[in-house]
């Protein structure tokens, strides 16, 4: 069964490591993706850039409202993503625990199902 693992990490995080420290880590979360591929467990992964390049839509009655980042209500953002396949919540939780970014981060496991069946 397919699960998301999002990272998900404070807001200025990545400036305040700095460059150098920066790298290391994300070489790191790279050696972590290589080995899930290597397991044949990984469906598809990558970062995001940062809140302050991103944009938030609406349609209300209409309407089309954008908001550009950053957004200052803002205290944590998605950093990154895994999608993986497992055979059990258990194995995706298990998965996460083996990520770096669970030292810095916050890892939220969520299997996919449709948005109208509830659990």
Do not use: H
């Amino acid at each position: 069964m397919p699960y998301m693992r999002l990272i998900v990490e404070p807001v200025g995080q990545r400036e305040e490591r700095g460059p150098v420290a920066g790298r290391q880590v994300y070489e790191r979360m790279l050696r972590y993706t290589d080995d899930l591929q290597s397991r044949g467990l990984l469906l598809a992964s990558n970062s995001l850039a940062s809140t302050a390049e991103g944009a938030r839509l609406q349609l209300r009655e209409g309407r089309r409202s954008v908001v550009d980042g950053p957004f200052a209500e803002t205290k944590e953002m998605v950093g990154g993503f895994f999608l993986v396949d497992c055979a059990s919540r258990d194995e995706a939780l298990a998965l996460a625990a083996e990520c770096p970014a669970a030292e810095w981060a916050t890892v939220e496991v969520r299997g996919l199902a449709p948005c109208y069946e509830s659990t």
